[in-house]
């Protein structure tokens, strides 16, 4: 799929590999981070955390425990498993950057344009990125040097199924 002109909407190649998942969840944000606000992610994976990020479950895992603490006093139940973090603080980020392939639920919520730019669920089966063009130039350097297919990086369809049946429908009777 190619972008349109006005196409900012990202994702992964289907079938791209593990290993460039993980690689495009922390380029994009790398990318992204001078215009993101605020950071939320999900201390919580459908699978086994690699040992590689255990140090950052460990250290977001306390943060959680310190505020589910202080939410039992204040509200008497537990919060849910996200936390906020600070995108302008570089652990924060170094954080989010060690689970962000692995999590259930990981966002980046910008209020210069009033909305999500940067969002991994599902453990790394769902991503999108609202790129402007000079990240997708970095996001797509970042993967070349990180010896990764740039093309892995595709424009997200965000049309609805049936704008998808009226635009097949015009690019048939263009055809013709």
């Known amino acids: ?23 495009l969840c922390r380029a994009t944000l790398r990318a992204q981070r001078d215009r993101v606000d605020v950071l ?3 201390v919580c994976s ?23 603490r202080r939410w039992a006093v204040w509200r008497g139940a537990e919060p849910s498993v996200s936390l906020t973090l600070d995108p302008r603080d570089d652990h924060d980020v170094e954080l989010v950057l060690a689970v962000a392939p692995f999590t259930v639920g990981g966002d980046g919520l910008s209020f210069g344009s009033g909305a999500l730019v940067w969002s991994v669920s599902d453990t ?11 990240e997708l130039t970095v996001v797509r350097a970042s993967l070349r040097e990180g010896g ?13 199924p049936r704008q998808r049946r009226r635009d097949l429908r015009r690019e048939r009777r263009d055809a013709v």
């Open 1 to 23: 799929m190619t972008a349109r002109a006005d196409q900012r909407w990202y994702t992964a190649r289907r079938g791209a590999d593990v290993g460039t998942v993980a690689h």
């Open 40 to 42: 939320q992610v999900d």
């Open 46 to 68: 459908d699978e086994p955390w690699p040992d590689e990020v255990a140090w950052a479950v460990r250290e977001l895992d306390a943060r959680r425990h310190a505020r589910r």
């Open 124 to 134: 790394g089966t769902s991503l999108a990125f609202e790129l402007l063009p000079a």
């Open 148 to 160: 990764r297919d740039p093309d892995d990086l595709v424009a997200l369809d965000v049309r609805t």
